[in-house]
């Protein structure tokens, strides 16, 4: 069972995920900078790969629990590419938060990761649960495209 499968822990991670999200660009931003945005980015990943690599290796046994010639024939091409969009994120909001402030970058991209979320759920891309965009959903979005409008204009 992972962590995100018992309710409580899972919304606890989430929000700790949520933190992390936020204060990661305006540092990022930052090291931008008195370095350059290429460099912060770069950096973040760096930094970053320490923590990823222990918890691998305590979640694999050093990598000993993954079938690696069964995980290359099933999973798809565009599953291991997931890291690049992740870079290029990062280097995005790097370069962006600093002219735009915080509140309206984060809150820029966690409205446009929300739609693209619904998109995916409803065509059910990538294996995810297919989920209708109800009307109760896209109600949703609306206040959410409002409320950034909001955010961005005053």
Not at 26 to 48: D, E, V, W, Y
Not at 142 to 154: E, R, S
Request: charged share 10%.
């Amino acid at each position: 069972m992972s962590a995100l499968e018992g309710v409580p822990l899972g919304v606890v991670l989430l929000i700790i995920g949520g933190i992390c999200t936020g204060v990661q660009g305006p540092m990022n931003g930052r090291l931008a900078i008195s370095t350059s945005g290429s460099f912060s980015a770069f950096l973040s990943f760096a930094l970053g790969f320490w923590p990823l690599l222990i918890y691998f290796l305590a979640d694999t046994k050093g990598g000993k629990t993954v079938d690696w010639p069964e995980a290359a024939r099933n999973a798809p091409g565009y599953a291991w590419l997931g890291g690049v969009f992740g870079g290029l994120f990062v280097l995005i909001l790097t370069l962006v938060i600093h002219r735009r402030g915080a509140a309206i970058t984060n809150g820029i991209i966690v409205v446009t990761q929300l739609i693209i979320s619904v998109v995916i759920d409803q065509a059910g891309a990538f294996q995810v649960t297919q989920r209708d965009c109800t009307g109760l959903r896209g109600g949703g979005l609306a206040c959410m495209i409002v409320g950034i409008t909001l955010v961005t204009l005053f």
